[in-house]
């Protein structure tokens, strides 16, 4: 089945759709087909070096991120399916108005257009996170920022794009996780993993380990226990650490495992970003079974207040993430991040 074929015959179960969601997901479909092949070329014609910018993260930015950030913005503004687009690579969000200058579409999109791009000049594989939210603000206004600042939970799809040893992409819209691989002859995705799982149990751990020193208590036990000689739990786990969100977590849901960059005494908030990285990620993950925390709460329950705003993140297999979760409340409680977790129920629609 390819995806094209898919989107028909799963029309139905995108909620509340007219048909938007399914071109929103085919622009999506585009826009990664065009990246997939900029990047496959990168070795070979100099875009691969820093842009020479800063982006708001304070980090050079790759040429390829801005590509990357252009294509899927373009994409979707000359579709005109979105009312706004928030991005790692935008300082704020972007207002999309129709030929008509109204504001007729329904739906927003966050992205990461290129994450993990220091790995580019590596030749490391890298990807594309994105998050889609019916709009709160009403139809045929701009959009505002409460529409971008919506809890993890309301998300109504969200994906990636892997682009590795092959190019997938994989996404939900609240009915599971399904993956696609692109045959690049004929330039069109495939059904590859239906319904894809976390494996409950899994024996992996991705955390970016250097900077064991800067760690909370908690998960530093956590780490000499993953270290452990014990048969009857499977241990010691296995380390396998890409630094790329994207490449780790597909690998873990895939086999098993448990992705976690927590907070540190240099980066209290830990290093990733709550909207274009850790909801989407957390959606896919708790719709393939799995789980994820900022090690004390659910990520999908955080109430946002800023676009980038950084979060602890402990996703995968929901035995690992548990595990960790135990070491965090019995040797870190009292250095709990603090988020404004007031439950914003009005924002639901
Ligand atoms: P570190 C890439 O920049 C990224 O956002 C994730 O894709 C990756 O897991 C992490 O940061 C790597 O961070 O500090 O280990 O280099």
């Known amino acids: 089945m390819t995806l094209g074929e898919f989107i028909i015959s799963n029309q139905k179960a995108f909620k509340y759709s007219s048909g938007e969601l399914s071109r929103l997901i085919n622009s999506i479909r585009l826009a ?73 579409n329904k739906y927003v999109l966050l992205m990461d257009p290129l994450d993990g791009s220091s790995n580019i000049d590596v030749n490391v594989s890298v990807g594309t996170i994105f998050s889609i939210y019916r709009r709160v603000s009403p139809i045929g206004t701009p959009v505002t920022k409460e529409d971008f600042l919506q809890k993890g939970s309301e998300q109504v799809a969200a994906g990636y794009v892997a682009y590795g040893t092959s190019t997938m992409l994989v996404f939900t819209t609240g009915n599971g996780v399904n993956g696609f691989t692109l045959n690049p002859a004929i330039g069109t995705f495939y059904l590859s993993h239906p319904n894809i799982k976390f494996p409950e149990i899994g024996k992996i751990y991705s955390v970016s380990e ?47 495992g448990v992705y976690i960059y927590p907070a540190t005494a240099i980066t209290p908030n830990g290093k990733l970003r709550l909207l274009y990285e850790c909801n989407p990620m957390a959606f896919i993950c708790e719709q393939a079974g799995g789980k994820a ?57």
């Open 32 to 104: 990664a087909k065009v990246v997939n092949h900029e990047i496959r070329k990168a070795g070979l014609v100099d875009i691969t070096g820093a842009a020479g910018d800063i982006n708001i993260q304070g980090e050079a930015q790759q040429k390829l991120d801005v590509l990357a950030n252009d294509l899927f913005k373009q994409t979707l503004i000359n579709r005109e399916i979105v009312c706004g687009i928030a991005s790692e690579e935008e300082d704020d969000y972007v207002i999309v108005e129709g030929q008509n200058k109204t504001n007729d």
């Open 293 to 349: 925390s900022d090690g004390f709460t659910r990520i999908l329950d955080i109430k946002p207040s800023e676009l980038h705003q950084r979060v602890p993140f402990y996703c995968g297999s929901k035995q690992l993430v548990q595990k960790a979760e135990r070491f965090m409340s019995e040797f870190s409680a009292e250095e709990k991040p603090y988020y404004d977790m007031v439950s914003n129920n009005d924002n639901t629609h």
């Open 210 to 256: 250097g900077y064991f020193t800067h760690f909370q208590e908690g998960m530093k036990r956590f780490l000499v226990h993953c270290k452990e000689l014990n048969k009857e739990d499977n241990r010691p786990y296995t380390a396998r650490y890409i630094g790329s969100l994207v490449t780790d977590f597909h690998r873990n849901m895939l086999k098993g």
